[in-house]
């Protein structure tokens, strides 16, 4: 698996920076980002359709069962429905570019003013987890690697392992009936808003961000471990050991910049996944994030709003996969210099 | 889960921990809230002041505050804190005054209404409400540009006029001695004249302080509220809880005093919890199967009773509705209706019944039953048990799951036998001409009867009582006889409280939640 993934950043290596010999990390950087704008615009492509593809639109979504023929067509003359699909999207596209993203069908709010909140609440609760989730899978993953075999290994793979394999609502319900309903410690809702101050962000949100940590943490600590016992088993490392080097050297210096580009790129994986994968975590602590905001959109049909908030989510994501990159060429320079 | 062994030098930290967090500033200095072994008296006399904080499910990241919008009860929990409705229901059931002293038919053929409105109340903006401001109100549900949940309502109306600062007449194309009860609608809120009802102004009993769609709204006491003995507490926060157990959690923790929709199968473990209390409002909602009548084979009277003898009722309701609620009779006049026909037997399930009626519909196939869980909760559940009971009759039923994204506009009103539900409405007028009468927009059983719409018609205007109520039964008869709808079950709200809330009464007809006027009904025991 690990070969697997460092094969593939070569490969995307090579296509972003052919010939070039020891090309400068500033134009890598810089063909990523103009590919990375391409990829976005692809994307806003495939989510147009993919909204035009859901049965019902905006006016019947919107008022559900309470839906009659007249106020339907009122709505989607006022939305201006009856104009043909490729129309409004490059109206769409348009706006888009000049960072505005219109209103939203349903509530007629301004979904960049709507979206800017939820974002940093996203943002925050995913940036908490992963400092809390990052440098845990990466400690337990390198102390697996080196104790091998050991109880200790077993032991932290065991924990993690379960830890995954529980679905996140349940693992959400369990932290709740223990730490919220049991003992009274934390809220069971993390409802935050802006007149809170930080401090009190983290605490209401330490439950949400708990359940998170324990559903990214198996799959970093086993990239990390398996990584590192890849890179341990080779002849280099041999002879560093052969030669007397200690082990502390051996691994920070020499085993671990090789095993990064791995790593980050699972730990970019999770990031993301934090960010755009969390729908079930924020509805069960009621946290108002991206996710729940997106969903309740979709079920309206409220197209802009859908496309906002995929471009969004379709950016960050783009964004720490080229951050990824660029970590694994700085670690690794062997990349800057395809064969 | 772990025993609970209160520990008492934990509860300086977890009290801490629960104040950093902001979320219960006002009542936490008590500090009750956080005991949930300790019962307390409840008190009979209201108690001002306090923080009330709700937990409810079905807020939409889109919802707006105008009324015209509202579809759920997330919104018109909200929204009966900002506005209110010329005329409310009563814990009776029976239409009681808001903004009108008074209110009556000035024709004999109850086709003109004239309201006079209370004096001296105020809008949020300080401006007095006048008789025009409920005419523009009431216009923004017409005309061929409205598209409000409330239109239907407000279809028979021709003309409204402030005939007087402080009087409204409201003409009709045909009487209806029913009409005023259509302004107990969550969508008829009224705002100022000219206003914008996304601002949330109104003549409600809390003002606006901060509304985050999806997420939460803050209100605080109105201190110029027309009504003496209601609004109690300081201020109120409606937290948009979509997960019925995230809900149970708030409401345990201490988090919220007040959470909807209790899952009937949570009740028992619920109610066992000191410190809680359950608010029921009974029979507020009907779960049913309509059948097209316009479509084959549903257009066999014969094959509508086979069917309707061969559902269980009484097993339904112990599956799903773990014995709260009340079973069905195919009617749709609920048993607390004062028209409600008390003499016409409940059906049974019969299997031989339900066999015989099949044989002579001529045993037909093709009986698919269309469900997804948005028609009624549970419903692809009881579909699947209705299916186990009519097989013991013979008559097959092919039980489709369809998707429940898109379920109310590619599914009901289009295949001929579906899963559906309606809140029950005040009066049998409004739930008779909701989805029985000829040319309702929501006739979901294709119910297309010229008699039947003349009976209707008639009851409308007839002001004598005991006619009218002769015309009922003779309606509701026909339909457990012959209609389309197949009703099993009646199903109770269910809300849950801390036991700190007290005057809690439930509103008949008015839907969950004291008819959604909650907030300004209960109060917040020290």
């Not at chain 1, 802006?194 to 962000?201: A, F, I, K, T, V």
Request: one cysteine or more; a neutral charge.
């Amino acid at each position: 698996m690990a070969d697997g993934i460092e094969a593939d950043i070569k490969v995307m290596s090579v296509l972003a920076a052919p010939k070039a010999r020891g090309l400068s990390l500033w134009a890598m950087l810089g063909r990523r980002l103009a590919l990375g704008l391409v990829l976005l615009w692809a994307v806003s492509l495939v989510i147009f359709a993919g909204t035009q593809i859901l049965p019902g639109d905006v006016a019947t979504a919107m008022l559900g069962q309470q839906a009659t023929p007249e106020a339907v067509a009122s709505i989607r003359q006022e939305l201006g429905l009856e104009q043909p699909a490729a129309v409004r999207y490059v109206k769409w596209l348009g706006g888009a570019v000049t960072g505005d993203f219109g209103r939203s069908y349903s509530n007629r709010q301004d979904i960049a003013k709507s979206i800017a909140p939820r974002l940093k609440n996203t943002l925050l609760l995913a940036a908490m987890a992963a400092v809390i989730a990052v440098p845990l899978s990466i400690g337990l993953g390198i102390l697996s690697a080196l104790h091998a075999g050991s109880w200790i290994d077993r032991t932290i793979g065991l924990v993690t392992l379960s830890a995954v394999s529980l679905p996140e609502f349940f693992a959400g319900y369990l932290l709740i009936a223990y730490f919220s309903v049991t003992h009274f410690w934390l809220p069971s809702s993390a409802t935050v808003s802006d007149s809170m101050s930080l401090g009190q962000r983290l605490v209401v949100t330490l439950l949400p961000c708990l359940t998170l940590v324990l559903a990214v943490v198996g799959h970093m600590m086993r990239m990390t471990r398996v990584a590192l016992l890849n890179v341990m088993a080779s002849p280099y490392i041999e002879t560093a050991l052969l030669k007397g080097l200690p082990w502390s050297r051996i691994v920070w210096k020499h085993a671990l910049p090789n095993a990064v580009s791995p790593i980050v790129n699972v730990v970019a994986l999770n990031l993301a996944y934090l960010v755009v994968g969390v729908v079930v975590v924020e509805v069960i602590f009621v946290y108002p994030g991206m996710g729940q905001y997106l969903v309740d959109h979709v079920a309206k049909r409220d197209v802009p709003v859908v496309q906002a908030a995929g471009l969004v989510f379709a950016a960050i994501y783009i964004l720490l996969n080229i951050v990824a990159d660029m970590i694994s060429v700085i670690a690794n320079p062997r990349l800057r210099h395809p064969r | 889960m772990p025993d609970h062994t209160p520990s008492s030098f934990l509860q300086p930290t977890r009290r801490r921990l629960l104040q950093n967090a902001g979320l219960l500033s006002a009542t936490l200095s008590a500090g009750g809230l956080l005991l949930p072994g300790a019962a307390r008296a409840q008190q009979a006399a209201p108690v001002k002041g306090g923080h009330l904080v709700l937990g409810l499910d079905t807020a939409s990241s889109s919802d707006r505050l105008d009324p015209a919008f509202y579809t759920e009860a997330y919104m018109y929990t909200v929204g009966f804190q900002l506005f209110n409705t010329v005329l409310e229901l009563g814990p009776d059931g029976k239409l009681i005054g808001a903004l009108a002293e008074s209110w009556e038919a000035a024709t004999p053929d109850a086709s003109t209404w004239v309201f006079k409105l209370k004096k001296g109340i105020q809008f949020h903006n300080g401006k007095e409400l006048v008789a025009q401001d409920v005419v523009y109100s009431l216009n923004h549900h017409r005309g061929e540009k409205s598209n409000s949940g409330g239109k239907g309502q407000l279809l028979a109306v021709t003309d409204i006029k402030a005939t007087d600062a402080h009087e409204v007449t409201v003409t009709l194309s045909a009487g209806n001695a029913d009409f005023p009860a259509a302004l107990v609608d969550y969508h008829m809120g009224i705002g100022p004249d000219g206003g914008d009802f996304d601002k949330g102004v109104g003549t409600g009993a809390f003002v606006l302080e901060d509304f985050q769609p999806g997420v939460r709204a803050l209100t605080k006491r109105n201190p110029n509220y027309w009504a003496s003995d209601r609004a109690f507490v300081d201020s109120v926060e409606t937290i948009a809880m979509s997960d019925a157990t995230a809900r149970m959690a708030a409401l345990l923790s201490g988090q919220v005093h007040i959470i909807n929709r209790v899952e009937p199968r949570a009740l028992s473990r619920l109610s066992a919890r000191p410190g809680v209390q359950i608010l029921r409002s009974q029979e507020n909602t009907m779960f049913c199967f309509p059948m097209r009548v316009d479509a084959a084979p549903y257009d066999n009277v014969d094959l509508r009773l086979a069917l309707k003898y061969a559902i269980d009722r009484e097993e339904l309701q112990k599956s799903l509705l773990v014995g709260t609620g009340a079973i069905g009779n195919d009617n749709p006049i609920a048993s607390w209706n004062p028209y409600f026909a008390k003499d016409i037997p409940q059906r049974p399930y019969d299997a031989d019944k339900a066999a015989f009626h099949f044989k002579k519909a001529g045993s037909p196939g093709g009986i698919q039953l269309s469900v997804s869980d948005n028609g009624f909760p549970g419903s692809v559940d009881a579909a699947q048990l209705f299916q186990a009971s009519a097989a013991k009759s013979g008559i097959t039923i092919d039980v489709e799951r369809v998707p429940s994204d898109g379920y109310w506009d590619e599914v009901w009103l289009k295949k001929p036998f579906v899963a559906s539900n309606w809140s029950v409405r005040p009066t049998a007028d409004a739930m008779l001409s909701l989805i029985l009468q000829s040319d309702a927009p929501w006739n979901e059983t294709a119910w297309k009867d010229e008699a039947f719409d003349k009976l209707l018609a008639a009851a409308r205007v007839e002001l004598d009582e005991t006619k009218r109520k002769q015309i009922y039964h003779d309606l509701q008869v026909k339909l457990v006889d012959e209609g389309g709808e197949l009703i099993p079950l009646f199903v109770d709200n269910i809300a849950a409280a801390s036991d700190k809330i007290g005057g809690y009464v439930p509103v008949p007809g008015g839907g969950d939640l004291s008819g959604y006027r909650i907030t300004e009904r209960v109060w917040l025991n020290a």
